[in-house]
């Protein structure tokens, strides 16, 4: 079922009337795009609100959901889903963007330039600057050890970055890579935001596997095969390539990003345009 979004938070309405609220969440406040068209036997639901700018988003092994808020101007911040509120892991970020879980290490990367590369111990809640980079978004460990990054830039590249801040080029000349997966064998799938391509990225070669995309920003590998991409624009699709065939899962989405998926096979996809995250599957058999 379609619906118009038209909803004003409690929180909202004190802070239109000077009650000392200075943020609230957009989702919802006079929404009047187009509704969110999900596929012939699809469904979604808001899983979390209150989200500003929220960005990527990730699981540890205990089942705590992260997410980055890429503000800028030392107001981004890593926080950890929860009810009724979220809670605050780190703050004082610049555009936190890349996100991701590794053991009981997780990492964040700053979208700025000479930006942080941060490896919290999730345990002891220790920090470290690991390295400083220009532009960097996607982050994602590779079999072989260490972590590769993308920066974000008209002549960005991969870049391999050891456990010991050693930042190595992995590969040059590309057209403002975003996100990246990574699979078992070491193939690295590249979103070219800046070429509407997804990438692959294998023993040296580069090799286009889907083309005529626009803005894609973020993906993710199903343990199928399947490969999950989000498109970063006002009016974004949710797609789903799989066996060389691409399907349209959901349409008018505002600026999709990061995704996840749960331990029952729900997809998790942060909406930034909406300050939320959306819990989508399929829909269930019918009587």
């Avoid at 009981?104 to 999730?122: A, P, S």
């Avoid at 220009?134 to 072989?144: F, S, V």
């Avoid at 699709?237 to 399907?247: N, S, V």
Wanted: charged share 25%; glycine share 12%.
């Amino acid at each position: 079922m379609t619906r118009y979004l038209l909803s004003i938070s409690l929180k909202t309405m004190l802070g239109l009337i000077g009650l000392g609220f200075t943020s609230f969440s957009y989702a919802g406040l006079f929404d009047w795009g187009t509704p969110i068209a999900p596929a012939p036997g699809w469904q979604y639901r808001v899983y979390a609100e209150d989200l500003p700018r929220v960005d990527n988003i990730d699981w540890d092994r205990h089942g705590n959901l992260y997410a980055t808020l890429e503000r800028s101007k030392g107001r981004g911040k890593l926080v950890r889903i929860g009810t009724p509120s979220h809670k605050v892991i780190l703050d004082k970020l610049n555009r936190p963007d890349g996100l991701v879980v590794v053991g009981d290490k997780l990492y964040v990367t700053e979208e700025v330039m000479q930006g942080r590369i941060i490896e919290l111990d999730i345990e002891t809640g220790k920090t470290r600057t690991l390295a400083r980079l220009d532009m960097t978004e996607g982050i994602e460990p590779l079999p072989g050890g260490g972590l590769v990054l993308a920066q974000d830039m008209g002549r960005g590249a991969l870049v391999h970055l050891n456990l010991n801040g050693k930042l190595t080029p992995l590969y040059p000349g590309l057209v403002r890579p975003e996100g990246l997966a990574v699979d078992r064998q070491g193939r690295i799938y590249i979103a070219e935001t800046g070429t509407g391509r997804v990438l692959r990225l294998f023993k040296g070669k580069l090799s286009v596997v889907v083309a005529g995309l626009n803005e894609p920003d973020q993906l993710l590998l199903q343990s199928d095969g399947s490969l999950w991409i989000s498109e970063d624009s006002k009016d974004g699709r949710l797609l789903k390539l799989k066996e060389g065939k691409l399907e349209v899962i959901m349409e008018h989405l505002k600026s999709p990003q990061g995704m996840a998926f749960t331990s029952e096979g729900i997809l998790l996809l942060a909406e930034q345009g909406r300050d939320r995250i959306l819990a989508i599957e399929r829909l269930g058999p019918t009587n």
